[in-house]
């Protein structure tokens, strides 16, 4: 047990119920008023607060928070000196990596970054976007966008570079992607000194090894059913599994118990199969967490 609470930062905003939710799988209840940015997480080990994605990664590095979950994007934007623990593949909507794209108007004849040579570009992440255009040979005025990003082209910029998970909200705004600056991910980073605690370091290892898990397990579930002997071939023939099915002799020396981990979507599809099978006593159950 660590003698001090594991400090964690937790995003506040878009990925925070959905930083929540990923949380209780793995086995931790957080809690908190709506006004609060100190939320309660059950575990005497460990002490939360709410801060902005943006602004995590450098508190991290600081040493004011030992740990916390931003987006790598984040990280390489601060250009934060941190332990990446672990990549954790979920956002607000779906489990898959945001993109930072260069968006422009639909009727621009922009079609390449070079078009982008002494054009206004509006963004929240400045720095990467100028070592971007930088890498590509184009000078450019990138200037820090408060907010609104995609209302500012044409009238204020001539391009936006802003964060994107399925490209709707920019074409709800007449807006086309032209490029990708950077694909992000969520991580969970330490603090070096947090890091070579050894006690911190166990606990910051547990986090990361349940919230794998929790993310391991998302989208499938548990089957179990009872198969006569002569039947198992027939029925395991059908089980898409991980590392192939346990079977397990019953009492009844006739019978056995087949049990697997399978795709959520693929077990109405299954079921009838396995019941033609032979197999008798199908349970679906959920899943919390995968560790392998």
């Not at 930062?9 to 209840?29: C, D, I, M």
């Not at 005025?141 to 204020?156: C, N």
Request: hydrophobic fraction near 45%; proline fraction near 5%.
């Amino acid at each position: 047990m660590t003698t001090q609470p594991v400090k964690i930062a937790l995003p506040k905003g878009s990925l925070q119920e959905s930083t929540y939710a990923l949380f209780a799988r793995a086995g931790w209840k957080i809690s908190a008023s709506s006004r609060s940015y100190f939320p309660r997480i059950d575990d005497p080990e460990l002490s939360g607060v709410l801060i902005r994605a943006q602004e995590i990664a450098r508190y991290v590095q600081d040493g004011v928070m030992d740990c916390g979950l931003t987006g790598r994007d984040w990280v390489a934007e601060n250009d934060a000196d941190v332990v990446e623990v672990a990549a954790l593949v979920y956002a607000k909507q779906e489990a898959r990596p945001v993109r930072w794209v260069v968006a422009v108007p639909n009727d621009s004849d922009m079609q390449t970054v070079q078009d982008l040579q002494g054009k206004r570009i509006a963004t929240e992440l400045v720095n990467t976007t100028k070592r971007f255009l930088e890498e590509h040979g184009v000078e450019a005025h990138v200037e820090f966008s408060w907010g609104a990003t995609e209302a500012k082209v044409p009238s204020l910029v001539d391009a936006i570079v802003d964060v994107t998970e399925t490209g709707s909200s920019l074409k709800a705004n007449n807006l086309r992607i032209m490029t990708t600056v950077i694909e992000s991910v969520t991580v969970l980073i330490a603090n070096k000194a947090a890091w070579a605690d050894p006690a911190k370091r166990r606990k910051i290892e547990q986090i990361a090894l349940l919230l794998k898990g929790a993310l391991a397990a998302d989208g499938k579930v548990g089957l179990k059913m009872n198969v006569p002997e002569g039947n198992v071939q027939r029925v395991v023939s059908l089980l898409p599994a991980m590392k192939g099915p346990t079977i397990s002799k019953l009492a009844d020396g006739e019978w056995v118990a087949v049990e697997t981990v399978l795709e959520e979507k693929t077990v109405r599809e299954i079921i009838p199969q396995l019941k033609a099978a032979g197999a008798q006593d199908i349970i679906e159950y959920p899943l919390n967490k995968i560790i392998p």
